[in-house]
């Protein structure tokens, strides 16, 4: 009676073991494929662990029922595995980028991208037993690049530091010329601090503005000196061209007379005088208008030698002319006085004898007053 009683019950708890197993069964093929593997294999490790906890008959049947739940979870694994597996794969993308960004000298860009592929590859979830390998290879990418990066910054803060030392030392030695006076030589020194301060590079965003507003303020107070002061010149030189141009239109007026009188040579070497007198109007215009009046200047005193010349010529011509005429009469007063002498000793009266001989005698001191002045005129003639 005991053992059929044994066997009943047996029987029994054999029952109840194959209700919770096909319950598990049922559960397993419930589970929401929807969720994330974390949450699924929490559920299936519990799911699992409870399985084990059923007694176990050795019957054929559990093994069919064993089999069909290792089947229901295994859907769920095959599930992971392509999960584990488009994970590999999305992040060996995201290595290979990470390894084309580690060489980026664009940091600030770099930077964002290498982020962007840090939220990706955290998106990307497990990757099962490759996880580690994959992300070795990815951090070491991300380390590079950072690593470049944190040098990068290091060595642009030790230029930075460089260019401020620098600049501070071009804007005291930029201070020396704010008083100068020689505008053309300091404005040429201060094109080369400028130069300088271009070739020294940025000294960082906090300092950089700062420092150009020092530098640029104290060329300016000289820049603002010397542009007062050319104004002031260029003043007196466009004074000092309005006075040229008035003598320029004098000495103009004067050469189209063609008129080379005294008085008009003497008020041409006046206007030369005065345009000595007169200051530099700028060197664009004061070789121009120079040339300018040179030109009517010298125009007209070739007109004038021209005109001396020809004058010249017409009294060698009339000197000439004059010497001939006194040749003439000298050759003249000869003929009548030997004339006269030839006919002396004809003469009977004494009175007109001495009469002839004083007209002889007078044409005689002529002759001579002529010869004197034919001398003179020779000696004119060799000047």
């Known amino acids: 009676m005991a053992n059929q009683w ?10 109840e073991d194959i209700k919770k197993r096909e319950s598990l069964i049922e559960e397993a093929k419930n589970l929401d494929a929807s969720l994330s593997w974390n949450e699924l294999s929490r559920k299936i490790t519990e799911l699992k662990r409870r399985w084990k906890r059923i007694s176990y008959w050795e019957s054929a049947y559990e093994v069919k029922m064993a089999e069909e739940f290792d089947a229901v979870l295994d859907v769920f694994y095959a ?40 939220r990706q590859w955290k998106a990307a979830g497990n990757a099962g037993k490759e996880e580690d390998a994959l992300w070795e290879s990815f951090n070491t990418a991300r380390q590079t690049f950072f690593d470049r990066k944190r040098k990068f910054i290091q060595e642009r803060q030790d230029q930075f530091a460089n260019a401020h030392k620098i600049k501070e030392e071009l804007i005291v030695e930029a201070g020396k010329y704010i008083d100068s006076t ?28 700062d420092l150009w507003s020092r530098f640029n303020e104290t060329c300016q107070k000289f820049y603002s000196r010397r542009d007062e002061h050319y104004k002031e010149l260029h003043e007196v030189q466009n ?35 005065e345009w000595k007198k007169i200051g530099s109007c700028g060197r664009e215009k004061e ?97």
């Open 287 to 383: 070789d121009r208008i120079w040339n300018e009046f040179r030109g009517v200047m010298d125009a007209y005193f070739d007109g004038l030698k021209e005109f001396n010349e020809q004058k010249h010529q017409q009294w060698r011509q009339r000197m000439v002319d004059n010497r001939k005429r006194k040749q003439d009469l000298i050759q003249n007063q000869r003929r009548l006085m030997k004339r006269m002498q030839d006919e002396l000793p004809t003469i009977l009266s004494q009175r007109e004898a001495e009469e002839m001989e004083d007209r002889i005698q007078e044409k005689e001191e002529f002759i001579q007053e002529l010869e004197a002045q034919l001398a003179e005129l020779d000696k004119a003639l060799e000047e």
């Open 79 to 118: 599930k992971r595995n392509e999960i584990y597996q488009n994970s590999q794969v999305l992040k060996q993308e995201l290595i290979s980028k990470a390894k084309e960004l580690s060489g980026s000298t664009n940091f600030n860009k770099a930077t964002d991208e290498m982020n962007e592929l840090m």
């Open 6 to 15: 044994d066997e009943m019950m047996d029987e029994k708890d054999f029952d």
């Open 182 to 209: 020689d505008w053309q030589k300091t404005s040429e020194a201060l094109r080369d601090l400028m130069n300088q301060w271009k070739a020294a590079g940025s000294a960082g965003r906090d300092h950089e503005e």
């Open 239 to 273: 004074g000092n061209y309005a006075a040229k141009k008035e003598l320029l239109e004098q000495a103009k007026s004067i050469l189209d007379l063609k008129a080379f009188t005294k008085e008009n040579t003497a008020k041409m070497k006046e206007l030369g005088a």
